[in-house]
């Protein structure tokens, strides 16, 4: 089984290292602005993981989907990558 589609959208790593300010920013919109100011992506790569990013954020069994992905599933993921994403899920658990 490979990544969910909404988090191939966005990027693994672009989302787990941008995961507390995406869920701050929590709209479509927002995420699209904050990842062209930061050279994340172009106008068109930033709708396109924005768009992802809110459907991720907004659907916690979605969440929960592709943290457990990241850890337990995902081959190219370094290490530090996949204990950010154990946390964030550690976190997200307690709530």
């Known amino acids: 089984m490979g990544a969910p589609r909404a988090l191939k959208g966005v990027g693994i790593n672009v989302f787990i290292t941008n995961f ?3 869920a701050k920013l929590k709209t479509k919109s927002n995420i699209i602005e904050f990842c062209i100011s ?10 396109i993981r924005g768009g992802y990013a809110e459907q991720i954020l907004n659907n916690p069994s979605l969440l929960k989907e592709c943290l457990n992905y ?13 204990q950010k994403a ?7 658990e307690k709530q």
């Open 86 to 92: 154990a946390y964030i899920l550690n976190n997200f």
């Open 70 to 82: 990241i850890i337990y599933q995902s081959k190219k993921i370094n290490n530090n990558t996949k």
């Open 20 to 22: 507390e300010s995406f």
């Open 38 to 47: 930061n050279g994340i992506s172009d106008i068109a790569g930033a709708r």
